[in-house]
Nanobody, 127 residues
Framework: QVQPVESGGGLVQAGGSLRLSCVVS?????MAWFRQALGDEREFVAA????????YYRDSVKGRFTISRDNAKDTMYLQMNSLKPEDTAVYYC???????????????????????WGQGTQVTVSS
């Protein structure tokens, strides 16, 4: 059973940085970060292919967030810089166990493309 586990969330002032980690055992293909603010739908943040050569970001985080992974450590990361209050949300790690979704943004950004989810880690950005 693949079970992602997120960590690294916390409280930070606007303009600050955090690095999220997601550890997931078992073979996975594309992995992604989604987030859900209170009262909102879960939304796509970033995705990365298994080899790391393909990465996607939502427009509002481009230039501020960087997704990466270390397959030797079964870990994916999200480096978040220049954080804004609107980045406040619970951040979730999703893992694709079937393959084939890294070929385009639409598939990689779709919540239903991912088979396994972590419990989430809270990120709060104060103004």
């Amino acid at each position: 059973q693949v079970q992602p586990v997120e960590s690294g969330g916390g409280l930070v002032q606007a303009g600050g940085s955090l690095r999220l980690s997601c550890v997931v055992s078992g073979r996975t293909y594309t992995m992604a970060w989604f987030r859900q603010a209170l009262g909102d739908e879960r939304e796509f943040v970033a995705a990365i292919s298994r080899g790391g050569g393909t990465r996607y970001y939502r427009d509002s985080v481009k230039g501020r967030f960087t997704i990466s992974r270390d397959n030797a450590k079964d870990t994916m990361y999200l480096q978040m810089n220049s954080l804004k209050p609107e980045d406040t949300a619970v951040y979730y790690c999703g893992a694709d166990a079937r393959g084939g979704i890294s070929s385009n943004y639409e598939l990689a950004s779709r919540r239903s493309s991912y088979d396994y989810w972590g419990q989430g880690t809270q990120v709060t950005v104060s103004s």
